[in-house]
């Protein structure tokens, strides 16, 4: 019986032929056939190796719903529709209710959502049949407050009392002075209104208000204040802005002097 030589094609260990495609001319089909389904095993796909089970994504297939595909429900494991709860989204704990922007979900309308109708309270299209509430707020040093109106729209005004600064004796307190003294100098910077009193041992030599911008440099007020015939004396700078205050005596006394400032 003649017998096929290995030399004559290409065989592997279970004498199967193998072909070899050293090369094909593009737009040439090669076709192969067998008399049964092809045993296929995949291992890899693009030189990259693939197996079972989840993956990441760069080691798994790429696949896409068809365009026809019906609804696709989505259960727990017991078989059940999933009733999910919100509670966080981008990390950040969500709740119902009005918020503000930052603890907001972004939304935006459609680029081909239809006309939304609004409708008109008078014919003229003056006004909407719903009046928009605008809240407008106020900051209080700490907090921001919703500023309170009245049930006509009309904003409700309250003035609120402020505390006097300064105590008893705060440019001078029962201090014996000779001429070319200065009492303390008083921060009066946060505030416009200043009143000034006190009592001077001496009842026929002037006090004179000096006030500055840098605490440094003082200058006169541009009066002097004379004390009356029992050595008391008062006088109310309104509407100042100045940022220092101090007394300069001229003579020699004992001097008591308080200086009370605020804004109202």
């Given amino acids: 019986m003649p017998r096929i030589s290995s030399n ?15 090369a094909v001319t593009s737009g040439v089909s090669v076709p192969i056939s067998t008399s049964s389904e092809l045993d296929m095993n995949l291992k890899q796909v693009g030189g ?17 719903i068809a365009s026809d595909q019906t609804a696709v429900f989505v259960k727990n494991e017991t078989g059940d529709p999933l009733d999910i709860d919100v509670l966080k989204f981008g990390g950040t704990d969500v709740t119902l209710g009005e ?8 939304v935006v309308i459609a680029d081909d959502q239809t006309p939304v109708s609004v409708s008109p309270a008078t014919a003229n299209n003056a006004t909407l049949a719903a009046a928009q509430q605008v809240a407008v707020f ?15 729209g009309n904003l409700k005004v309250e003035s609120e009392l402020e505390n006097h ?21 008083i921060d009066t910077s946060n505030h416009t209104l200043l009143t000034l009193f006190g009592n001077t041992s001496d ?9 500055s911008a840098n605490g440094t440099n ?3 007020a541009g009066f002097d204040i004379y004390p009356d015939s029992n050595g008391n004396f008062y006088q ?4 100042v802005a100045v940022n220092n205050f101090r007394l300069k005596y001229n003579g020699t006394a004992t001097v008591t002097a308080t200086l009370l400032h605020n804004n109202h």
């Fill in 99 to 106: 918020k503000s922007m930052s603890a907001s979900i972004p």
């Fill in 165 to 185: 600064s300064g105590t008893q004796g705060n440019l001078s307190n029962a201090a014996s002075v000779i001429s070319g003294d200065f009492s303390s100098a």
């Fill in 8 to 22: 004559s094609f290409a065989v592997n260990t279970a004498l199967q032929q193998e072909i070899e495609l050293s």
């Fill in 138 to 152: 106020g900051h209080d040093g700490a907090n921001y407050r919703r500023l309170n109106c009245s049930t006509g």
């Fill in 48 to 64: 990259v190796a693939i197996t079972l089970d989840q993956q990441v994504m760069t080691n798994s297939l790429p696949v896409v």
């Fill in 236 to 239: 109310n700078f309104p509407n």
């Fill in 203 to 211: 009842t026929t030599t002037a006090i004179t208000p000096q006030v």
């Fill in 218 to 220: 003082y200058y006169p």
